[in-house]
């Protein structure tokens, strides 16, 4: 489970992400919805550690990243916008590393591995090196390195971005999967056919800001809306941009 509090920070004097709070919940997809640049990215990265928030907090089953970032670490799984690998690697090694780190053995890893390659359609990857990988290929790669550990907390920026059709439907299964195992899972998107197929919860950033919180039902409710879309449109434009 997450709890984010209060969570800002700003880049040469401007704000990024102004007062973000949420919870997301273990057994629930909890979708962060808003435009590019609306503070999705930098919000995960404070959860994560990457970032350290001028203020707020983020807590990790009750653990509090900037106090024991280790220990909260060990209960989450990443997957990053720019997926991060390491391109001399092979698939297998990158998520071998990253195991490793965690405490796995190759054993282990090569065991958990196996079911997730063929989820995802990447037996033929595992083997080859990173390099020249295509997006969606590294996207594949990138979500097994981030769930190897099996966490009970995941947090997926864009994962879709990249994929084919068929890919993304594999991976759109995984999600669903994680959830139904009883995780947590959190991710943002722009996409919000993606967000309404997938998400139990909707946060709704803007000019990194949450504007709105609740289920597509709810929100279509609050706006008077039929579409997530339109939702999404009337939440998040000022009277200024709707003049």
């Known amino acids: 489970m997450l ?5 800002s920070r700003s880049f040469k004097g401007v704000n990024a992400v102004s007062d973000v709070s949420f919870e997301a919940r273990d057994g629930q997809i909890t979708g962060l919805l808003g435009s590019n640049g609306a503070g999705k990215t930098t919000t995960l990265r404070m959860i994560c550690g990457l970032i350290v928030p001028d203020r707020g907090e983020a807590l990790v089953d009750d653990v509090d990243v900037a ?6 670490r060990m209960q989450l799984g990443m997957l990053p916008d720019s997926r991060g690998l390491y391109p001399r690697l092979t698939g297998r090694e990158n998520v071998a590393y990253f195991g490793n780190l965690r405490g796995l053995s190759r054993k282990e890893v090569d065991r958990r591995l196996k079911p997730m ?7 033929a990857l595992l083997d080859r090196r990173v390099e020249g990988f295509s997006q969606g290929e590294r996207a594949k790669i ?5 769930i190897i550990h099996e966490p009970r907390n995941v947090l997926l920026d864009e994962p879709t971005n ?5 890919s ?3 991976m759109r299964a995984l999600i669903r999967r994680l959830r139904d195992e009883g995780r947590c899972v959190v991710f943002s998107s722009h996409i919000m056919q993606e ?8 946060v709704i950033i803007s000019d990194g800001e949450v504007v709105a919180r609740g289920t597509e039902e709810e929100l279509l409710s609050q706006t008077g809306t039929s579409s997530l879309e339109d939702a999404f449109v ?6 200024e941009e709707a003049r």
């Open 162 to 166: 990249g994929l084919d059709v068929m």
């Open 67 to 72: 106090r024991d970032k280790t220990r909260a």
């Open 117 to 123: 390659a063929e989820e995802l359609s990447m037996s």
């Open 195 to 202: 967000v309404s197929a997938l998400c139990d919860v909707i």
């Open 3 to 7: 709890r984010v509090r209060n969570l």
């Open 234 to 239: 009337s939440l998040s434009t000022t009277p």
């Open 168 to 170: 993304t439907r594999a």
């Open 142 to 146: 990138a979500i097994s390195r981030a």
